[in-house]
């Protein structure tokens, strides 16, 4: 089985300053990670993906990501919040058995960016 | 290069009434998957469509049902619908490159708003 937990369902910064979203998964088998966005009203836009090559993974829009397994963590971070960046921030995990890629998601956490 | 698209946008219902959205995928992909997401939660798995066929289901009741067609456009159909059915249905499409799973990314569309009153 596989799980994600995202902590924190609300992080709050102001423009400029770095953001960091964290997410810790469960695997039995090595993973795939995701990160998804959503603005309101609207479907879910792939921001970056891990899928065993370079831990450190470079999304759209400036985020980024690092693959700690002895953390089982993702955690993902911008270094410099935009107001546009304010939205809801999924993680998902993705693990087989052989098949089966069903992504299990987080349940989000919302960046609220200050002026 | 469209993305994935649904409808309707907006769906009101009342309780006990059956509905059914629609779901066209990205060009070149071939799997449709679907998903509820209840306000404030992730998205929830409800079931994968391949070459017609479901392949995957997660843990819905059988009162979900779905169907994918030749052109891989997908329909989901909810019967006797109940007030904790009220949610944003999500669509994704994606493609397994040469039998790569890190290929296989799931693409989202913009979801279809549906409350069961």
């Known amino acids: 089985a596989q799980s994600v937990t995202q902590l924190g369902s609300h992080v709050s910064v102001s423009e400029g300053a770095l953001v960091l979203l964290r997410c810790n998964y469960s695997?039995?088998?090595?993973?795939?990670l995701f990160w998804y966005v959503q603005y309101p009203n609207q479907g879910l836009q792939l921001l970056l993906k891990?899928?065993?090559?370079?831990?450190l993974v470079k999304g759209i829009n400036g985020f980024e990501a690092e693959f700690k397994k002895s953390e089982t963590s993702f955690h993902l971070t911008k270094p410099s919040a935009h107001m546009s960046d304010a939205a809801e921030y999924f993680c998902a995990v993705s693990a087989p058995p052989v098949g089966s890629y069903i992504p299990t998601f987080g349940r989000g956490t919302s960046l609220i960016v200050h002026p | 290069d469209a993305g994935v698209t649904q409808s309707p946008t907006h769906l009101i219902k009342t309780r006990g009434q059956q509905v059914t959205l629609r779901c066209s995928p990205k060009?070149?992909?071939?799997?449709v998957s679907w998903y509820q997401q209840a306000l404030g939660q992730g998205p929830q798995f409800i079931f994968q469509?391949?070459?017609?066929?479901?392949?995957q289901r997660g843990n819905f009741p059988d009162r979900f049902s779905g169907h994918q067609f030749p052109n891989y456009s997908s329909e989901l159909n909810v019967n006797a619908l109940l007030l904790g059915d009220s949610a944003l249905y999500l669509c994704?499409?994606?493609?397994?490159?040469?039998?790569?799973?890190?290929?296989?990314?799931?693409?989202f569309g913009p979801g279809t708003r549906l409350t069961v009153l």
């Open positions: 891990y899928t065993s090559a370079a831990t």
């Open positions: 695997s039995s088998v090595p993973p795939y």
């Open positions: 060009s070149g992909h071939d799997t």
């Open positions: 994704a499409s994606s493609f397994m490159e040469g039998g790569d799973p890190s290929t296989d990314t799931q693409y």
């Open positions: 469509y391949y070459e017609e066929e479901e392949r």
